[in-house]
Nanobody, 124 residues
Framework: QMQLVESGGGVAHIGGSLRLSCVAS????????LAWFRQAPGKEREFVAA???????????EYADSVKGRFTISRDIDKNTMYLEMNTLKPEDTAVYYC??????????????WGQGTQVTVSA
């Protein structure tokens, strides 16, 4: 049973940056698919970014249009950790951010394992 723990959330100013981390309790194999989702109050959980192993030391990433060019997803297999670097933050980025892992690479919230979430608040 894999457990995921997010950290790095907090309060940032508009235009600021934050880096989220997600540590897995067991080794995440290169074949595992990892993703970040977020959920704002009163809204459904939405896809932010996902990353999967392509082989040859390369990864494939996808991003939601709303964060493309501002957020960067990455992973360190040796540290069992995934990251989300968030730059040029906007008020609409305010949400609880969740990391997820599972055997299927998808933009839908259908991953097998989920973290408890970390709050990100962007204010003036």
């Amino acid at each position: 049973q894999m457990q995921l723990v997010e950290s790095g959330g907090g309060v940032a100013h508009i235009g600021g940056s934050l880096r989220l981390s997600c540590v897995a309790s067991v080794r995440t194999f290169s074949a595992d698919n990892l993703a970040w989702f977020r959920q704002a109050p009163g809204k459904e959980r939405e896809f932010v970014a996902a990353i999967k192993w392509r082989g040859g030391g390369l990864f494939y990433m996808e991003y939601a249009d709303s964060v493309k060019g501002r957020f960067t997803i990455s992973r360190d297999i040796d540290k069992n950790t995934m990251y989300l670097e968030m730059n040029t933050l906007k008020p609409e980025d305010t949400a609880v951010y969740y990391c997820a892992a599972g055997p299927m690479f998808t933009r839908l919230p259908q991953y097998t394992y989920w973290g408890q979430g970390t709050q990100v608040t962007v204010s003036a």
